[in-house]
């Protein structure tokens, strides 16, 4: 079955530096998402992204925050200047067209942690 | 008020039993509705959605939406410890899907 591949799995920075975390989409999706979730807290929306260009964001998706997608395979989110409030989990997710309301595929996710 | 909200639990019940899971919203756009599955360190995984009002059967699980209440439920019949998880309820306008705090479910042999 497809999935979405996330790397690394866990990633330990020190507060200020800049952390790009990765994933690999299903093939043949089309939309991409950001969430994060803070330990014991509830799966936030981060960023969506489609056609080469963010569609939606949320409050949290500050200047902190950028996504690219550098190549056909890969889409990355930057954390630059990172704070100790940005450990948490960061899911990657991708959808099709008929999907992209309710079918998200989620990866496994990368584990921030910011000392 | 929370646009998604939903009871943490934990909810421990024994093999077998019936669970019902529940959350109510306050966003009258929602149009999707979600439940997901998460174990633990790894990504939400979509268990059923719905869209609007109704019910949706799939095996041993059930999904309900009333949308007149705003309310929404999972059904889990002959609960087994491999259900034993963190059960989302999640939904959505448009492309962004927002979730509830999950609540955590044991079944114990």
């Known amino acids: 079955e497809p999935e979405v591949t996330q790397t690394p799995s866990h990633q330990v920075t020190q507060m200020g530096q800049e952390v790009i975390l990765r994933c690999v989409p299903i093939?043949?999706?089309?939309?991409f998402y950001w969430y994060r979730q803070i330990l014991g807290q509830k799966v936030e929306f981060l960023v969506s992204f489609y056609n080469n260009e963010i569609s939606e964001k949320s409050e949290i998706f500050d200047d902190q925050f950028s996504v690219e997608r550098p190549d056909g395979s890969n889409f990355t989110l930057k954390i630059r200047s990172t704070k100790l409030e940005d450990s948490a989990m960061y899911f990657c997710?991708?959808?099709?067209?008929?999907?992209?309301?309710?079918?998200?595929?989620f990866g496994s996710g990368t584990r921030l942690t910011v000392v | 008020q929370k646009e998604v909200e939903q009871d943490p639990g934990p909810l421990s019940v024994p093999e077998g039993a019936i669970v019902s899971l529940n959350c109510t919203y306050s966003n009258s756009a929602f149009q999707y509705f979600m439940w997901y599955r998460q174990y633990s360190r790894k990504g939400p995984e979509l268990l059923m959605y719905?869209?609007?009002?109704g019910n949706k059967e799939d095996g041993r699980f059930t999904a309900q939406v009333d949308k007149s209440s705003k309310y929404i439920s999972l059904f889990i019949r002959d609960s087994q410890p491999s259900d034993s998880a963190t059960y989302l309820c999640?939904?959505?306008?448009?492309?962004?899907?927002?979730f509830g705090t999950g609540t955590k479910l044991q079944v114990i042999p």
């Open positions: 719905t869209y609007s009002s």
């Open positions: 999640a939904m959505s306008a448009a492309q962004k899907v927002t």
């Open positions: 997710a991708s959808s099709d067209s008929f999907t992209a309301n309710y079918g998200y595929t």
């Open positions: 093939s043949n999706h089309l939309y």
